[in-house]
């Protein structure tokens, strides 16, 4: 294990996080809130200071395998949820430690829970670091160091992999450095659009902005208790809801589309496969709370914005879903673990993994039925690799037992079955809300303060998709894979 580059690097990302608080900073002095300029000047200085100092000397190995590069992405995201908190205890805007990190974490997660039970009386800098936050972790806080910064390809690609949302990584173009700053050319252009789209309606600037920030990431964080509820505008509904479509669709569809692929994209299998979930989803909800609607559109405006914010994992809210049919509500939970495409800023266990499961699934069947056919699992019309394969099944697995293991210590918190069952299932899909005491008109200030941490850790092993942080507990020293 190299930790030396391990720690050079963490000492970059800890300078790139106290460059970033500037934003945040600068929030602070246009609208003249001296708390949240004092916190985020100390947090800027002392960050670019420190990282600065830890990157003096650049280490003689610069090696970096797979090994290092889950425990480089591990050891950042919870170091940014530790640091990105201090601001907001710095300005006592949330002063416990343990809701400050449940906030923080839920904010570069891109999971949208939240321990706030007024959130209009938090200042205009430190509501602009919350929906800023689902900006930086939508992409990944290294991939954003990357698109920045030169590096070496194979030592990036080892980062990429670790980082990256789905079951495989892979280049747009022959440099993965290019890679990745085309990817954030698209992921800032759709954002700047929805910001753009968004100042049409009754939105100012800075409300265009952090909704922007917040559906770009996926994440959800409002600035209202209410979410996107109080602007009660269809003009804004629709509007997420697009962008909440788009923002879960693999950024490699982007690039062909922009390159004149097209048939590649319309032949994408899991694109198809997410498209028809969201349609069938969205039509089967319409229907069953028309007779609280009134007509069809009205509900298909209410069904199809909470199955974006669903199966996006996005967590916006414009009707509290917990007052909808039982129907309803259950496919919606059921949205919660599908999540967006690979590749994109959604959470969830991904729809390839989903599409692959059910395709091996099937596979078994007829296998059962002729145990001497040979059939192979084929998505876009090419076999998938047995070792994918395996793979996304052992992910599954492990992801169950996560989930199993998070409900029984958290339900030692003495909170109701609903409520502790979703917790665990918002957090680790990142998706926000859940049922009873943390539906969207709720939130998780009930809980004591070791269950947010339990929480905070589900939420960043959801994000990494699990492997990085179990990396952690099986560092062995000089082991190169």
């Known amino acids: 294990?190299?930790?030396?580059?391990?720690?050079?690097?963490?000492?970059?990302?800890?300078?790139?996080?106290?460059?970033?608080?500037?934003?945040?900073?600068?929030?602070s002095l246009i609208y003249h809130e001296p708390e949240s300029m004092k916190a985020f000047l100390i947090m800027a200085v002392g960050l670019v200071v420190i990282g600065t100092l830890i990157t003096l000397k650049k280490p003689e190995n610069k090696d970096i395998y797979t090994r290092e590069g889950m425990a480089t992405v591990a050891l950042t995201w919870i170091l940014v949820s530790i640091l990105g908190a201090l601001p907001y205890v710095l300005s006592g805007e949330i002063p416990n430690l343990a809701d400050a990190i449940f906030e923080t974490a839920s904010g570069f997660t891109t999971t949208g829970s939240t321990i706030l039970n007024d959130i209009e009386s938090m200042s205009k800098a430190c509501l602009f670091w919350r929906s800023f936050s689902h900006f930086l972790g939508g992409m990944g806080v290294l991939i954003l160091m990357l698109a920045v910064m030169p590096q070496n390809d194979t030592k990036t690609m080892h980062l990429v992999r670790a980082e990256s949302a789905g079951p495989t990584a892979g280049k747009l173009t022959a440099k993965m450095s290019s890679s990745i700053r085309t990817l954030y050319i698209i992921y800032i252009g759709l954002t700047a659009l929805e910001?753009?789209?968004?100042?049409?309606?009754?939105?100012?600037?800075?409300?265009?902005?952090?909704?922007?920030?917040?559906?770009?990431?996926?994440?959800?964080?409002?600035?209202t208790n209410h979410s996107i509820t109080d602007y009660d505008s269809a003009y804004i509904d629709v509007i997420i809801t697009i962008f909440m479509l788009l923002f879960s669709i693999n950024f490699t569809l982007y690039y062909l589309l922009l390159t004149k692929k097209f048939s590649q994209v319309f032949q994408n299998e899991e694109l198809r496969f997410f498209l028809s979930i969201v349609a069938g989803s969205s039509l089967l909800i319409a229907f069953n709370i028309m007779p609280i609607y009134g007509n069809f559109l009205h509900s298909l405006r209410y069904s199809s914005f909470q199955v974006l914010t669903m199966i996006s994992t996005a967590g916006f809210a414009t009707a509290d879903f917990t007052e909808w049919p039982f129907f309803s509500q259950m496919i919606l939970l059921l949205l919660m673990f599908v999540g967006g495409c690979a590749g994109s800023t959604g959470g969830g266990l991904k729809v390839m993994r989903i599409l692959i499961l059910c395709k091996t699934a099937?596979?078994?069947i007829k296998r059962v039925l002729n145990p001497r056919a040979v059939v192979s699992v084929k998505c876009d019309g090419r076999a998938v690799d047995k070792e994918i394969?395996?793979?996304i099944s052992f992910y599954f697995v492990v992801f169950m037992l996560l989930s199993a293991v998070s409900m029984l210590l958290l339900s030692l918190d003495g909170h109701d079955i609903p409520t502790t069952v979703t917790a665990v299932i918002t957090c680790l899909n990142n998706v926000g809300p859940g049922l009873n005491e943390i539906s969207p008109s709720g939130n998780f200030s009930g809980f004591s303060s070791w269950?947010?941490?339990l929480l905070s850790l589900d939420m960043l092993l959801g994000r990494l998709e699990i492997y990085p942080m179990l990396v952690l507990f099986t560092i062995r020293k000089n082991k190169k894979i």
């Open 389 to 391: 394969v395996h793979g």
């Open 195 to 223: 910001t753009i789209l968004l100042l049409f309606s009754k939105m100012n600037f800075f409300e265009a902005i952090n909704t922007a920030f917040s559906t770009a990431g996926t994440g959800g964080f409002g600035l």
């Open 362 to 364: 099937f596979r078994e």
């Open 1 to 27: 294990m190299n930790y030396k580059m391990i720690s050079w690097l963490m000492g970059q990302i800890i300078r790139v996080l106290g460059l970033l608080m500037l934003l945040p900073l600068l929030v």
């Open 451 to 453: 269950a947010k941490i």
